[in-house]
């Protein structure tokens, strides 16, 4: 940047990025310089400037502008990514913290099947021991089913 659009910029106010409208309101036309200094350099202006030469209107260069835009933008994606960086950490804290759940879960459920097995075990184990009576065996089938559905439905 040269040291003319400096200096020219300090006695007017500032805008940050691409200028949409001057401080008056008014609407920006884009120029090409015909400067020794800053020769075909776009630069903003508000329409109403060059006829008001003594007030204080809008001037921006283009390249600059853009510039700032640019940097706006690179600030948004590391924003962006440092956003993303955090959600994708607590996303896998509570995968972990889900899958210790499950787990935990998965043992809770596994020593009670045991506890029921054993007891149906111990349950056909007694009816096997005592004498046929016919409607036992009836009651023992019964048992049987009951446990080969309550099985089906906890594994669902």
Not at 50 to 55: A, C, I, V
């Amino acid at each position: 940047m040269t040291t003319s659009s400096s200096s020219s910029s300090r006695s007017r106010r500032s805008v940050y990025g691409v200028p949409t409208k001057c401080w008056c309101g008014k609407g920006l036309i884009i120029w090409a310089s015909e400067t020794k200094e800053n020769p075909f350099r776009r630069f903003y202006r508000c329409e109403i400037a060059l006829q008001r030469k003594s007030e204080s209107h809008l001037f921006k260069w283009e390249d600059e502008a853009i510039l700032d835009e640019i940097k706006m933008v690179d600030a948004k994606i590391s924003d962006i990514v440092h956003d993303f960086q955090s959600l994708s950490k607590s996303v896998i804290e509570q995968l972990d913290s889900h899958k210790n759940w499950m787990m935990s879960l998965e043992s809770d459920l596994m020593s009670k099947l045991n506890e029921h097995f054993e007891k149906q075990n111990q349950a056909v184990d007694e009816a096997n021991r005592q004498p046929i009576v016919p409607g036992h065996n009836f009651a023992a089938a019964v048992a049987i089913v009951g446990t080969i559905a309550w099985m089906y439905w906890k594994f669902l």
